[in-house]
C-alpha cells in the first residue's frame, strides 16, 4: 500500500493468502476446509459480504467462497473477522497445499467406511504452514472420500484417498497425478492399500518425491500429473515408498494421537426419533414441495432423515451466488432444522446433511421465502460455471451468460424434468475451474482472433466411472451455444430407450456419432 514492495514482490505474498488481481478488483479467497461450516461461520462471511464487499459471495467448485469486491486497504479487517469464526485464507493459492476437500454428504451417507472429515481435518493441521511444502514446483490439492461411491472426485485430484476396509483393518486407496487444466489427465493408483495410521507419512512422501522432481522451467508442466506422465508411475511409487520408509519413523504415532483428539468434533449430532407422516402429507398436498422432496433429497444413513441440498441455480441465478440475507437464512434454518450443520458442495450448491423428514415442511417454507428452494439438484439446470470473463484476469469467455441462456432455454421449454439426471459444466478458459472435462457436457469458452468461440464436450464423469470428456468438433460463436445444446438434447430425447436412461448412458450406449451430428448438422449432410 505504501509503495515499499513492487507488484512482482507483493505477488507471492498475496497470493499465499488468497488475494487475487481481478478485472474490475481484488478478489479474496477463503477456505471451508472440507466444505463444513457452521452456522455462525455462514453469518461471519454474510457479514463480510455486507461490509466489505457488495453483499453476496461466490462459492466455488473447491468448496471455497469467493469476494470479487474488497478494497486492498480492508483485506487485514477482513481477514480479521475470519479468523473471529474460525476461518482463514491461507494457502487457497500459491504453489502449496491448497484446501483438503471431501464429501459434502461426508457422515451423513450410508456408504461410507469412515467419516472423510476427520481425516481431512488432520490433513489441513499438517500442511498448513508446513515449511518444506511452501514452494512447491506448483499448486497441490488433495481430495478424500469416504464412501463406496466416490463423491469428491479424488481421480482429478494431485492426490485422492479413498477410505475403504480390507480384513477388516481400514485405510485409503491412493491416487496420484490426477488433474483438470490446459491438460486433464485422471489419476493413477499408486498404492492399493495404505494403513490408515500410514496417512501422513506416505503423503508427506509423495509431496517430498514431486518437490525433488517436479519440473520448475516451465509452469504449464510443472503439475504431479505431468511429472507423473513424463516419469512413469512405477518410478513415483518407487521414490514414494523409499521417502515413505524414511519418513514414517519420525511420525512416532504422534499423527493418530491427533486424529484421536480431532474425531471429537466430528461426532454425529444426537439424532432424535422421527414421526415423517407430517412430511408424507406435506408431499401429498403439495406438488412444488413433492418436486422438491423429489430432486433435492439425498438418502440418509439414519431413518426419518435426508440430506438437503439447497441449489444456487435459481432462474436467471448466477451459478454459486449467494447473497449475505440468504447466508443468514441457511445459518437460522440449519440451526433451526439441521442440527446446527452446513455443507459447500463441489458443484456450488449448499447441503445441509442431516434433516429429520418431519422439518422438511417448514425448512421448505424458510428457503422458499428467501429463493433457494429451486428443484433442480442434479438437473441440467443446476449447471456448474466459472465467474468467467465477467471478472477474471485468465478467462478468455463469458461463462454465466451462456449457463443462465442455457437454463433459461430449457426452462422455457419445461425440459428439466424431461431431461432428468444431466451435468453440464462450463469453464471460461483452459484453467477449468468450471470443470467442464468432467460434464457429461462441457463447454470451454475460448478466445479466437477476439472472438468467444465455445468448444463442447461429450462423455465427461467424475462420479459413475471417472473420464474426461472428449471434443465434439469445432467450437461455437456465442450466439451459437444455446441452439447447439438444444440440438443436441432433441437428439438424446429422440435416441433414448426410455425415460430412465440418462444422456450419460445413451452417449454410452451409442457412442458420440448422433450427438456429434445433431451439433454439426450441416456436416452430417454434407
Not at 471451508?32 to 452456522?39: F, H, L, N, Q, W
Not at 490433513?123 to 461411491?149: C, N
Not at 448466477?318 to 443468514?328: H, L, N, V, Y
Not at 465455445?454 to 472428449?470: F, K, N, R, V
Request: net charge negative; aromatic share 8%.
Amino acid at each position: 500500500l505504501d509503495g515499499s514492495l513492487t507488484e512482482d514482490e507483493f505477488r507471492p505474498l498475496r497470493l499465499m493468502n488468497g488475494v487475487y488481481l481481478q478485472l474490475h478488483a481484488y478478489m479474496l479467497r477463503v477456505a471451508i476446509p472440507y466444505g463444513t461450516i457452521s452456522p455462525d461461520q455462514m453469518r461471519g462471511l454474510a457479514a463480510i459480504a455486507d461490509r466489505w464487499d457488495r453483499g453476496y459471495g461466490h462459492f466455488t467448485t473447491r468448496q471455497n467462497i469467493q469476494f470479487n469486491w474488497p478494497a486492498l486497504v480492508d483485506i487485514p479487517d477482513i481477514l480479521d473477522a475470519l479468523a473471529d469464526v474460525g476461518l482463514h485464507a491461507i494457502q487457497t493459492s500459491g504453489n502449496t497445499i491448497r484446501n483438503v476437500t471431501t464429501d459434502a454428504f461426508a457422515g451423513a451417507a450410508a456408504d461410507e467406511a469412515d467419516d472423510p472429515r476427520p481425516w481431512a481435518e488432520l490433513l489441513r493441521v499438517w500442511s498448513t504452514d508446513h515449511a518444506e511444502f511452501q514452494f512447491l514446483p506448483r499448486k497441490f490439492k488433495i481430495a478424500v472420500s469416504g464412501g463406496a461411491k466416490d463423491r469428491a472426485v479424488i481421480p482429478a485430484h494431485d492426490i485422492g484417498l479413498r477410505l475403504k476396509r480390507q480384513d477388516g483393518a481400514l485405510g485409503f486407496e491412493a491416487w496420484i497425478g490426477g488433474g483438470l487444466g490446459r491438460t486433464p489427465m485422471l489419476g493413477q493408483v499408486v498404492r492399493d492399500f495404505l494403513p490408515a495410521a500410514d496417512l501422513l507419512p506416505y503423503v508427506e512422501a509423495i509431496l517430498a518425491a514431486y518437490n525433488l522432481s517436479g519440473r520448475r522451467d516451465n509452469k504449464y508442466k510443472a503439475r504431479i500429473k505431468i511429472t507423473v506422465a513424463e516419469r512413469g508411475l512405477d518410478v513415483m511409487r518407487a521414490e514414494i515408498e523409499a521417502e515413505f520408509a524414511r519418513r514414517r519413523a519420525v511420525f512416532r504415532g504422534v499423527d493418530t494421537a491427533l486424529l484421536d483428539g480431532l474425531r471429537a468434533r466430528f461426532a454425529p449430532p444426537a439424532f432424535r426419533e422421527v414421526d415423517a407422516s407430517g412430511y408424507e402429507a406435506a408431499r401429498a398436498a403439495d406438488p412444488a414441495f413433492r418436486s422438491f422432496t423429489d430432486t433435492n433429497l439425498s438418502p440418509h444413513r439414519v431413518p426419518g432423515h435426508a440430506s438437503v441440498t439447497v441449489t444456487l441455480k435459481a432462474a436467471g441465478a448466477t451459478p454459486g451466488d449467494a447473497t449475505s440475507d440468504q447466508m443468514r437464512t441457511l445459518a437460522d434454518l440449519a440451526e433451526r432444522h439441521g442440527y446446527g450443520d452446513l455443507r459447500i458442495a463441489h458443484d456450488q450448491n449448499v447441503v445441509l446433511p442431516h434433516v429429520p423428514l418431519d422439518a422438511l415442511p417448514a425448512l421448505y417454507a424458510g428457503l422458499r421465502a428467501a429463493g433457494l428452494a429451486t428443484a433442480n439438484a442434479g438437473r441440467i439446470t443446476d449447471i456448474v460455471a466459472c465467474p468467467g470473463m465477467d471478472f477474471c484476469t485468465l478467462a478468455t469467455a463469458r461463462s454465466t451468460p451462456v449457463a443462465q441462456e442455457i437454463a433459461a432455454y430449457v426452462r422455457a421449454r419445461d425440459l428439466d424434468d424431461e431431461i432428468g439426471a444431466f451435468d453440464l459444466r462450463i469453464s471460461g478458459c483452459i484453467n477449468a475451474c468450471g470443470h467442464h472435462h468432467l460434464g457429461h457436457v462441457g463447454i470451454l469458452g475460448l478466445d479466437r482472433a477476439g472472438v468467444e468461440n465455445y468448444q463442447i464436450t461429450l462423455g465427461g464423469d467424475g462420479y459413475d466411472a471417472p473420464a474426461i470428456g472428449e471434443r465434439a468438433g469445432a467450437g461455437f460463436p456465442y450466439d451459437q451455444v444455446v441452439p447447439a445444446i438444444g440440438r443436441l438434447l432433441d437428439a438424446y430425447l429422440a435416441v433414448r430407450e426410455t425415460p430412465e436412461e440418462r444422456f450419460i448412458d445413451a452417449l454410452r450406449r451409442l457412442g458420440p456419432a448422433p450427438f456429434k451430428a445433431a451439433l454439426y448438422p450441416e456436416a452430417a449432410h454434407a
